[in-house]
């Protein structure tokens, strides 16, 4: 009798696990208590997959040998808690991917900076020749591909949320960009719970595994000393240190590996802003140690087009910019976003507070910001924060209403800025919707 596994959430990664799943001779049944996309169903179908939507039929779920669960669903969920009461195992895709495949795994986790990072790492390894997949929170599933179109090597992008079911997979080379206060309402609002969650990339390393690191965040340095890596060190900082393998000196980009010295003009980068120093420094890293040749490294770099959704550039109205950062889901990317504006700013902001601070933009706030419009079902704790600060504000309950009201506040030479801290799904059905339809508001200004 073939082994059971159930496959709870049947988006990308549910899917594409189950696919795996099937192709390695499972009985698999997937279960989603939302309604599934019909692409879903159909590729489901297509390969005789056995699925539910709108329910979890628990006889079939508690019947299983293990469960692979979408990265969208809480380890408290009640489906969740009962599966692990029971003693059947609860991974995630990448975990169960990684099993059945021998390809060198590049892994990007951070509280910010992890797609763009992801992308750019992808994009030149790509260019390099290399034959990589893109995988995790971007592009396809990796248990996908993995079953019916399989790379040499993966550039996966992670959350916290999938590295908490990741026991036995191991990263070639991980890459951690930063932490900051993030998702803590799926951590017990501990922010050492979610450090825990992110250290977990490092799990199973060795000495011949790489960690790459920003060697300036104040988090990973104290949890790096205490935790004593097995893998070699590559950390990397906006200028020289004693030890650092990535840094800018003289305004050239210098990456420091066993086998050779990498050097580039800081002015040739795409990518602007310190936030996009530090992943570009990371992506060159992780590039180098996969020995792309440098004209491809440095061609990479200075032709990358960023990540939609990212500060991406809009449209110019009227003499005023309007810029996109609808990825922003915390307070430190809109901390990044407020730090590159060289204008006064119009900031769009609020959503679904995931347990925020908002004390860590506040001096930003105060020196380029001249009007708020909170975007959201429940603005109160943003009032409570910014009120009185001697700023305008404004509530919309739409983003036609943000985009008009960001118009009539902006004046010539502004810039009008959707970085919102916040989760998107009191409004929105993600934040690419929230994003695409910023877009469209401002394009039909």
């Known amino acids: 009798m073939k082994a059971r596994i159930v496959i709870l959430g049947a988006g990308e990664s549910g899917t594409g696990a189950a696919i795996l799943a099937k192709a390695k001779g499972y009985d698999v049944f997937v279960s989603d208590s939302s309604a599934i996309k019909q692409k879903y169903k159909e590729m489901l179908d297509s390969r005789g997959i056995r699925w539910e939507e709108g329910r979890h039929t628990e006889d079939v779920l508690f019947s299983a040998e ?5 990265p969208g669903i809480s ?6 808690e009962e599966l692990i009461k029971r003693d059947i195992p609860v991974i995630s895709e990448i975990e169960f991917a990684g099993r059945y495949s021998d390809a060198t795994m590049i892994c990007i986790t951070g509280s910010n900076g992890k797609t763009t990072t992801t992308m750019l790492t992808y994009h ?13 929170n971007v592009g396809n599933s990796l248990a996908l591909q993995v079953a019916e179109s399989p790379h040499a090597c993966y550039v996966i992008e992670l ?3 999938q590295l908490d079911n990741m026991y036995r997979f191991k990263a070639d080379i991980a890459v951690l960009l930063n932490i900051t206060p993030d998702h803590l309402d799926r951590y017990d609002y501990k922010m050492q719970n979610y450090i825990d969650s992110k250290f977990r990339i490092i799990q199973n390393q060795t000495k011949k595994d790489a960690f790459v690191f920003w060697n300036d965040d104040p988090v990973i340095i104290r949890e790096v000393a205490k935790r004593k890596p097995a893998a070699t060190l590559y950390p990397f900082a906006s200028a020289f240190q ?4 990535g840094y800018v000196e003289k305004k050239q980009l210098v990456i420091e590996t066993k086998k050779r010295l990498f050097t580039m ?3 040739l980068l795409a ?5 996009n120093l530090y992943n570009s420094l990371a992506s060159g890293i992780s590039a180098k140690l996969m020995d792309i040749h440098d004209e491809n490294i440095r061609a990479s770099l200075s032709d990358f087009t960023g990540v939609e959704h990212r500060l991406e550039k809009v449209a110019r109205v009227r003499g005023v910019d309007y810029v996109n950062d609808s990825k922003a889901t915390n307070v430190n990317s809109c901390w990044y976003a407020l730090q590159s504006m060289t204008t006064k700013v119009i900031l769009i902001l609020g959503g679904v507070d995931k347990g925020n601070d908002y004390s860590e933009i506040e001096e930003l706030v105060k020196e380029k910001v001249c009007a708020l419009i909170f975007l959201g079902v429940d603005n109160a704790k ?3 924060f910014f009120n009185g600060k001697a700023l305008e504000t404004a509530d919309a309950r739409s983003m036609q209403e943000a985009v008009d009201k960001a118009y009539r506040f902006a004046q010539k030479g502004d810039t009008v800025l959707l970085s919102p801290c916040c989760a998107s799904f009191d409004l929105f059905a993600n934040y690419e919707d929230r994003g695409n339809q910023f877009k469209n508001c401002v394009l039909n200004l």
Do not use: C, M, R
């Open 66 to 70: 293990e469960a692979i669960k979408s």
């Open 75 to 80: 380890s408290k969920a009640p489906i969740i």
């Open 124 to 136: 030149i390894l790509k260019e390099g020749g290399l034959d990589v997949g893109l995988a995790g």
């Open 265 to 267: 003009e800081q002015d």
């Open 271 to 275: 990518l602007t802003g310190t936030h």
């Open 242 to 245: 004693d030890g650092v393998k």
């Open 159 to 161: 959350s916290s949320f």
């Open 382 to 384: 943003l009032h409570s």
